[in-house]
C-alpha cells in the first residue's frame, strides 16, 4: 500500500497568547496524535505535508516521523477556516499494519443509466460513503459504483456493493445508496365536469326561471296565508 511520509514536530507553548498565530504564520498546522496505546501527543505538521496526504485520497497511510521515531498514522479529521478554507487543526489516529479498523470510504458513481435518456429519470444520490472494517493495508480510497445497468424499478443497497477482498460492510446492508427518481408531471390536472359546471356563471335565462320560481311560491304563501284569517 502507497504511503506518503512526513515530518512532525512536538508542540509547545500550548496555551500561550499568539502560539498558534506564530504556527501558521509559519505555515504549519496544529495537530494531536493519539491511540497506539500511547498517550495523544500535540504536534505541527507543514501545510503542505497535509496537502499532500489530502491529495493522495481519503484514508492514506501516512508514515510520521516524530521525535526521531516513525510510527503509521491515519488522518481521521482536517478542519478548516470558515473564510479562508485553509487547513486550521488536524487528527492523526497510530494504527498497526496488523490490527483491523473501522474506517468511512467515500462512494463515487460511474455511468449513466439508460433511463436517464429515455424516460428523463433523475439520478439520485442518497448514502455518499460507507462504514467498512479492514486490514489498515486492505482500506481503500474509495469505492466507485457502476450504475449504468440500473433501472428505474431498482434502486442499490449498501449491501448490493462489491467490496474489495478483505474489507467487510458496517453500515446496514439495507441502507439505500443510489436510485431513479421519475420526474414530477407539475402540469395541472383538468377540473372535474361537476366542478367545472358549479364554476360557471348563471345564465341570464336561468336566473330569471329562478326569480319566476320564488315568485311564485311567495304569492302561493300570501294566498295561505289570507285563508286562514277567514
Not at 19 to 47: F, N
Not at 49 to 76: C, F, P, Q, R, S
Not at 181 to 195: E, G, Q, R, V
Amino acid at each position: 500500500m502507497e504511503k506518503v511520509t512526513i515530518q512532525a514536530t512536538s508542540r509547545e507553548g500550548i496555551g500561550v497568547k499568539g502560539a498558534l498565530s506564530q504556527i501558521r504564520a509559519e505555515k504549519k498546522v496544529p495537530a494531536v496524535v493519539y491511540g497506539g496505546h500511547k498517550d495523544p501527543a500535540s504536534i505541527t505538521v507543514a501545510v503542505k505535508d497535509l496537502e499532500k496526504i489530502m491529495k493522495a485520497g481519503k484514508n492514506t497511510l501516512v508514515e510520521m516521523t516524530l521525535n526521531g521515531e516513525k510510527e503509521l498514522v491515519l488522518v481521521k479529521e482536517v478542519q478548516f477556516h470558515a473564510v479562508t478554507d485553509n487547513p486550521i487543526h488536524a487528527d492523526f489516529q497510530r494504527v498497526s499494519m496488523k490490527d483491523k479498523m473501522d474506517v468511512v470510504v467515500p462512494l463515487k458513481l460511474e455511468g449513466t443509466p439508460a433511463d436517464v435518456a429515455q424516460y428523463g429519470a433523475i439520478i439520485e444520490h442518497i448514502l455518499r460513503e460507507i462504514e467498512v472494517r479492514a486490514l489498515v493495508s486492505a482500506i481503500p480510497h474509495e469505492i466507485v459504483l457502476d450504475i449504468t445497468p440500473m433501472t428505474i424499478n431498482k434502486g442499490l443497497l449498501a449491501g448490493d456493493i462489491k467490496l474489495p477482498q478483505g474489507v467487510e460492510l458496517i453500515t446496514d446492508a439495507q441502507a439505500p445508496v443510489v436510485h431513479l427518481a421519475i420526474p414530477k408531471d407539475d402540469t395541472p390536472a383538468p377540473a372535474p365536469a361537476a366542478d367545472a359546471a358549479a364554476a360557471q356563471p348563471e345564465s341570464s335565462s336561468t336566473k330569471g326561471k329562478k326569480d319566476e320560481e320564488g315568485n311564485l311560491a311567495k304569492d302561493n304563501k300570501d294566498a295561505a296565508a289570507k285563508d286562514a284569517k277567514k
